[in-house]
């Protein structure tokens, strides 16, 4: 079966999703708010922003001060309007669910926000200097709020960065239609008009050393976030047509919107946010069917119910208790099929989840042209372990407290510590860890001194 999408049509269908709220809808949405005391939607989130002051704000229409409290707390604020699991967080908490619907506190912050990108106004500057110096490690949600909150604080900051733009997983890693590249950019932006210096195309070991690094600067950052889709160990994965889930969303976030997959039949392997991302992009790219396959259940898939809610509504399908066992050549080089088995779940295995069984003799192949690979992504054990750093399977070891490593002039926060109970894989949680690391760097230089 052939898409009814064309090449023409592909630009307009990696326009937000969501639409922005208009001046007076804003306003009569801010006056739905109650302005709790000790309000739970400020305990909801992971940054503690002052949700009711924000909207408060919004209300009397000061939209600088709205966005001045958001970004205070959450330097990643406009970005974080469009990807948080607001329904999970604060509109989850907000007290209107007991008795109507909550107040579209993403919508709102996503309002206020919108007003500082558009109006080029600076809301923060440059603390005065203290003749310090901290080098930061990757140039994601974690380092970029890490840098803001020392830069304020007066650190010269350097941030290394290995890719061409910075920004990390909001940069590259995010669906266009969900966070427009361009947001993450302005947010880099807001961080180097407080003198962060930001030195993209940087690898370690290529164009400088480690060991330079934690010689020249009195403390280390480490925020590298994670790296590319494993491979599944099955036969047939070198195979034309067969695509990593994260340079798939990274090529279409950074423009490259073809019509290679107009009429094609895909399959996503995973069941996360990266494979629901990794699906709704084949359909907007005019696939004509795009199946998630998952070894688990319904109930055991990690991506956020809303995610899940708008694949569905995209035209998704999702085949469940199914175990990819191989890729099948179509006599050319190409994907023709994918080869699986039938799963069941048995007992509680040693991570807490329960264990995977293929079922004897239940195997089928479903028609495909495209295998998108998203089981989760490698870790940068090379570099941590060049570090010297304690490590779990690559998950770095840090004190909950002080969110020093095994090295205590190195600190970690963000994708390189979650796992293993440390941190919670969220780009707002990943924002507080940034925070929190900047602040305990702080303790720690200025108790040396």
Not at 206 to 230: C, F, S, T
Request: hydrophobic content about 40%; some cysteine.
């Amino acid at each position: 079966m052939q898409s009814s999408v064309t090449l023409d049509d592909l630009p307009l269908n990696f326009q937000e999703v969501k639409k922005d709220l208009s001046p007076k809808e804003a306003v009569d949405e801010a006056n739905r708010c109650l302005y709790c005391y000790d309000a739970p939607c400020t305990k909801a989130c992971p940054t503690g922003i002052n949700i009711p002051a924000f909207i408060k704000k919004i209300a009397s229409e000061n939209l600088k001060g709205s966005a001045r409290v958001i970004l205070d707390a959450n330097p990643l604020g406009a970005t974080c309007a469009r990807v948080c699991p607001t329904e999970e967080l604060c509109e989850g908490a907000c007290v209107l669910n007991d008795i109507s619907v909550p107040v579209m506190i993403g919508q709102l912050q996503r309002h206020a926000t919108n007003w500082a990108i558009h109006h080029h106004q600076p809301l923060f500057k440059k603390g005065n200097p203290n003749g310090k110096k901290v080098a930061i490690i990757g140039s994601g949600p974690a380092g970029l709020s890490g840098a803001r909150e020392l830069a304020r604080l007066g650190y010269e900051v350097t941030i290394f960065e290995a890719k061409e733009k910075a920004g990390g997983l909001n940069t590259y890693g995010i669906v266009p239609f969900r966070l427009p590249q361009e947001i993450s950019l302005w947010e880099v932006e807001q961080v180097k008009q407080l003198g962060v210096e930001i030195l993209t195309n940087t690898i370690f070991d290529e164009d400088i050393m480690v060991n330079e690094v934690m010689e020249d600067y009195d403390a280390v950052l480490l925020a590298i976030g994670m790296g590319k889709v494993p491979m599944l160990g099955i036969p047939g994965e070198e195979l034309h047509g067969v695509y990593d889930a994260i340079q798939l969303i990274e090529e279409i976030k950074d423009g490259d919107i073809t019509d290679r997959f107009i009429g094609k039949r895909a399959a996503v392997i995973g069941a996360g946010n990266t494979a629901i991302d990794a699906a709704t992009c084949l359909k907007r790219m005019g696939a004509s069917n795009v199946k998630i396959v998952y070894r688990r259940s319904e109930s055991e898939m990690t991506a956020y119910a809303s995610e899940y809610e708008f694949a569905k509504q995209e035209g998704v399908e999702f085949r469940w208790l199914t175990q990819p066992t191989e890729i099948i050549d179509d006599g050319n080089g190409n994907v023709g099929k994918l080869k699986c088995s039938r799963t069941k779940l048995g007992e509680l295995d040693h991570s807490g989840r329960r264990s995977v069984e293929i079922i004897e003799n239940s195997d089928f192949s479903m028609d495909v042209d495209i295998v998108v690979k998203a089981i989760g992504q490698t870790r940068h054990k090379k570099l941590i372990e060049e570090l010297g750093l304690e490590h779990d399977q690559g998950i770095v070891k840090i004190d909950p407290v002080t969110h020093q490593t095994s090295n205590k002039k190195l600190f970690a926060a963000g994708d390189v510590v979650f796992g293993k109970g440390q941190g919670d894989a969220m780009v707002v949680s990943a924002v507080e860890q940034g925070k929190k690391a900047a602040r305990a760097i702080h303790r720690h230089i200025q108790s040396s001194l």
